[in-house]
């Protein structure tokens, strides 16, 4: 019995649209409240939301049952981090502030095992092989884990053909918040530039052979990524859901309180 089939990193490959949600709300009973609405993938994410280890694993075990795949976020783009990641039974990882090819190619080594790579083994204590239950798992799991690269600076930008070039890297993930701060436009995504830029980096993703992505809770944006060829689409968070409903639903009873303005062309969360 090999290692579990990756059917993200499979619907990608055959160029099937994947839509998902952001989670940041660091608890396995929202995940599973999210999971159920049958996104194709969630996000879980390690870099902005309160999580820790044991969080993320209770989210990834939520989230098992449904038929959305969990996607990870780490802080940043450490060997050490990934394996623990990879060990809980995460198959796809997102790393944020990816600037250059020696940093693709260190995290293409950080997701396979030796010889091609230097993941730790140590499976027969994971949860990743069933518990050491999945016998070829070390030599089948290669295969199936997903590497997604966040370029959100415009020094990864201007690395942009060389990042995507690495062989092992699944797909690249534009990230406009900071790449809006970097190019000065701080809080605001939306800007002209900023989003000239967000399209070029679209395009030259895959015109390298690469799957592109990207997060917006803006829908018109979503849907203009998707007509300019984005693979993956997260279109909102459960963090932006909640804030705008119990915004919303106390304005309609408080005539003095408005909700805020949510889905502007400023807002990526």
Known sequence: ???????????????????GLWLALANAYTAEVCAG????WLLIDGEHAPNDLPLLLAQLQAIEKSPSHPVVRVPIGETWMIKQMLDIGAQTILV????????????VKAMR??????????????????????????????????LLLQIESTAGMASLDEIASVDGVDGVF??????AADMGHLGNPGAPE?????????????ALGKVAGILTSDRSLAKKYIELGAGFVAVGSDVGLLTGATSQLLSEFKATKEAPASGSIGSVY
């Not at 609405?37 to 194709?40: H, L």
């Not at 534009?174 to 790449?179: E, F, K, M, R, Y």
């Not at 000239?196 to 895959?206: D, H, N, P, T, Y």
């Open 194 to 206: 900023v989003q000239a830029a967000v399209e070029s980096g679209l395009k030259r993703i895959q």
């Open 174 to 179: 534009i990230g406009p918040a900071d790449l």
């Open 37 to 40: 609405a049958g996104y194709d």
């Open 113 to 146: 095992y030796p010889p091609h790579g230097v993941r730790g083994v140590g499976a027969a204590l994971a949860r990743a092989s069933a518990f050491n239950r999945i016998p070829d798992y070390l030599q089948t799991s290669d295969k199936e884990v997903c």
């Open 1 to 19: 019995m090999p290692a579990p089939v990756n059917v993200f990193k499979r619907a990608l490959s055959e160029g099937r649209l994947q839509i």
């Open 96 to 107: 944020p502030m990816v600037e250059s090819r020696q940093q693709a190619e260190a995290l």
